[in-house]
């Protein structure tokens, strides 16, 4: 009994963490939708930096409350670790606004591949025959509920690489820091978001104008729009942390298979709340081979054999208390 309590126990801490990480994309996506579609700040970079603000504070609180130990991480991986991030953040926005929507979701489905690569070649990850399938009918559903038009251009592209791969790496590194250096979700967010909230807010004003013609400063702020900044910031908290415990306890390529789940859900309470226009059969038909996919991928990558690591030579430095 006593192994089947534990694995009931995981799957449970498992499964809380992912709907953790779903409510909280999914409340960010709308509450940001509204910041910047009805009140017009559409300064995305700047926003990030705050959110990474607010988190700073957040793991500041926490060490102060005594709820997270001092830990270390090396200020090499630190500074990779930022790079990639902050190269993610400002890749996607400038993929969005230089590509179709349908070619940025094409770019956002090859996190996938190149995740799996990543892993294959930097971990030695082996995949089974099934898992490898579940992921293709993951990508074909999400691809078929998702993509309209595509049409790209040299730079669209060029950003849309950078995007991919940038991101890919920064999720990469979550796991990998967490695993290495022994550290736990806090302890990796208190540090890394100091340093993605200096960077981004130095450096946000700044992309923010190039992109849109619009200084942050000049915004006519007012209690309705600060409110929505507020409650963007508080949720970017959960956000983050989400992230970082789903990456933490699964690994990349998996948080990116999942991940598509919340695609789905955007699109059905887009849906519910703001109309049936662009429900069709075509697009359901998507969001089932999606599901489908994922629950595919679920059952193969859990068997033994279905995900497996062909060397276990990862140096691991406990954590310094």
């Keep these: 009994m006593a192994p089947a309590s534990k694995a009931e126990k995981k799957a449970a801490v498992d499964a809380a963490a992912w709907m953790f990480n779903v409510v909280t994309s999914v409340g960010i996506i709308i509450v940001n939708k509204a910041l910047m579609a009805t009140y017009g700040f559409s300064f995305a970079t700047t926003l990030t930096g705050m959110h990474f603000a607010t988190t700073t504070l ?96 040299t730079r669209g592209f060029i950003a849309a690489f950078i995007a991919v791969w940038s991101t ?84 990349a390529v998996s948080f990116q298979v999942l991940g598509h789940m919340k695609t789905i859900l955007v699109l059905i309470m887009g849906f519910f709340f703001f109309g049936k226009e662009g429900l069709n059969l075509h697009v359901v038909f998507g969001m089932v081979i999606a599901v489908v996919g994922m629950i595919w991928y679920g059952n193969a990558s859990s068997k033994p054999g279905g995900k497996e690591r062909r060397s276990h030579s990862l140096p691991t430095n406990k954590t310094e208390t």
């Design 58 to 153: 957040m793991t500041v609180i926490l060490k102060m409350l005594g709820y997270v130990q001092p830990s270390h991480l090396p200020l090499p991986d630190l500074l990779k670790f930022v790079v990639f991030a902050n190269f993610s953040i400002v890749g996607m926005n400038i993929s969005l606004m230089w590509n179709s929507v349908g070619f940025y979701q094409i770019a956002k489905l090859t996190m996938i591949p190149v995740s799996c690569l990543l892993e294959v070649v930097l971990d030695k990850i082996r995949y089974s025959r099934g898992t490898k399938l579940s992921i293709g009918i993951v990508l074909l559903g999400v691809g078929v509920c998702t993509v309209t038009d595509v049409s790209v251009n």
């Design 168 to 251: 890919s790496m920064q999720q990469y590194y979550v796991h990998y820091l967490q695993r290495k250096y022994s550290l736990s979700s806090f302890n990796l967010l208190g540090h890394t978001a100091p340093a993605q909230a200096a960077s981004l807010l130095l450096l946000g004003p700044f992309l923010d104008y190039w992109l849109t013609n619009a200084r942050v400063d000049r915004y006519d702020y007012k209690t309705a729009s600060l409110i929505f900044i507020f409650m963007s910031c508080t949720i970017a908290v959960g956000t983050n942390l989400s992230q970082f415990i789903c990456i933490g306890r699964f690994t």
